[in-house]
């Protein structure tokens, strides 16, 4: 008759508590330790760990098509050794180690920290030319491209020339006083050297152009002024500087033509700086004072006064006096010279023109002279 042999066994997941050397059990309950797997007793047996050698929790692994990866599954290779892909997770690396000869080094391939879709990189077929490199499509196709050729290169004058990459050197030159390069760390800076040439016309747009030179020269012997006030006369014309002689308020000073009247003016201690207008009205605004000498035909003087100059010369349309008291007559008893005859005030008097010396004087005695 048929025999049955059984061994120990249960619908839980752990083991006996005890189990001898060789005997066998198998827990039929879901996960924990020994879940669906076989187990042996320890060679030394009693308490000591079974050894796991079997069960359907490890067959369930192996029952799926060869060569496809299976989630929770053991890695089968088809007849070809193939599977037909592998998964890396939380950016591990797949390395591949160097000649076990030559030691433990290995290069690494990973993944970036994020991706933001999934992507597919083809490599080409065979292994390219000598110093070709991978390039892209953009859709994850890859393909041996050559590094090089000719580049043409243009400028505004010349001749067009052509640089061979990865041979060539293209050199950026600047031209001295004009404009200078220099290379750094990959990089190459165009710039103005200190001292600048320009050769030609140089025009500036903007509103305001600012010059911090200590020392400018111009050789055109007129400048131009305004030069936008063509179709009106709306802004004043002329030149200011800046000043303080307190420590703590700003000053102007200048000369300018007065678009208000037409007329020229020099001014200072202005506290507000001019803009297209010089607020002769400002806090501040004063007539300053003009020190020159007055060279013309004719002069007009228009309103106010002359006050604090030299006495002026006969010469130059003068008396050549300062003073002249009171019962006076201005006389030329010199040639070229007036002086101030002054009557006295104690008596009166003639006026007496003595034709011997060629002079005027006071006189209270008239002579009528002799007779025989």
Do not use: C
Request: aromatic share 6%; hydrophobic share 35%.
């Amino acid at each position: 008759m048929s025999q049955t042999i059984q061994i120990k066994r249960s619908t839980g997941t752990g083991k006996p508590t005890t189990v001898s050397q060789g005997e066998l059990f198998y827990a039929y309950g879901d996960n924990g330790t020994y879940g669906k797997r076989l187990a042996i007793g320890h060679v030394n047996g009693g308490g000591n760990t079974p050894e796991i050698i079997g069960g359907k929790h490890f067959m369930d692994m192996l029952d799926h098509t060869a060569g496809n990866l299976t989630a929770s599954s053991a890695i089968i290779t088809d007849s070809n050794s193939q599977i037909n892909e592998l998964q890396i997770k939380d950016q591990g690396t797949l390395k591949l180690l160097e000649n076990s000869g030559n030691g433990t080094n290995s290069i690494a391939i990973r993944a970036p920290a994020a991706v933001t879709s999934d992507t597919t990189l083809t490599l080409p077929d065979g292994a390219g030319s000598s110093g070709q490199v991978l390039q892209t499509n953009g859709s994850g196709t890859l393909s041996w491209a050559t590094v090089g050729g000719a580049l043409t290169i243009a400028a505004d004058s010349g001749s067009n020339d052509t640089v061979t990459v990865g041979t060539d050197t293209l050199t950026f030159e600047g031209t001295a006083n004009e404009i200078e390069t220099t290379v750094s760390n990959n990089k190459i800076n165009i710039g103005l050297p200190t001292n600048v040439v320009i050769s030609g016309n140089l025009t500036v747009s903007g509103t305001t152009t600012t010059v911090s030179s200590t020392t400018v020269n111009v050789a055109d012997s007129m400048l131009s002024l305004a030069t936008g006030n063509n179709s009106s006369d709306a802004v004043d014309i002329g030149l200011y500087g800046l000043y303080d002689t307190s420590g703590s308020q700003d000053l102007y000073a200048g000369f300018f033509r007065d678009a208000s009247d037409g007329k020229f003016r020099f001014f200072k201690d202005l506290q507000s700086e001019p803009t297209t207008t010089v607020n002769t009205s400002g806090t501040g605004y004063a007539v300053a004072s003009l020190v020159a000498n007055l060279e013309s035909s004719s002069v007009a003087i228009t309103g106010g006064s002359i006050t604090g100059i030299t006495d002026l010369a006969v010469a130059d349309g003068g008396t050549g006096i300062s003073a002249v008291a009171k019962g006076s007559i201005l006389a030329a008893n010199t040639a070229n010279v007036l002086t101030a005859v002054d009557g006295g005030g104690s008596t009166d008097k003639f006026l007496l023109y003595t034709a011997s010396s060629d002079t005027v004087s006071w006189t209270n005695a008239v002579d009528g002279g002799t007779y025989s």
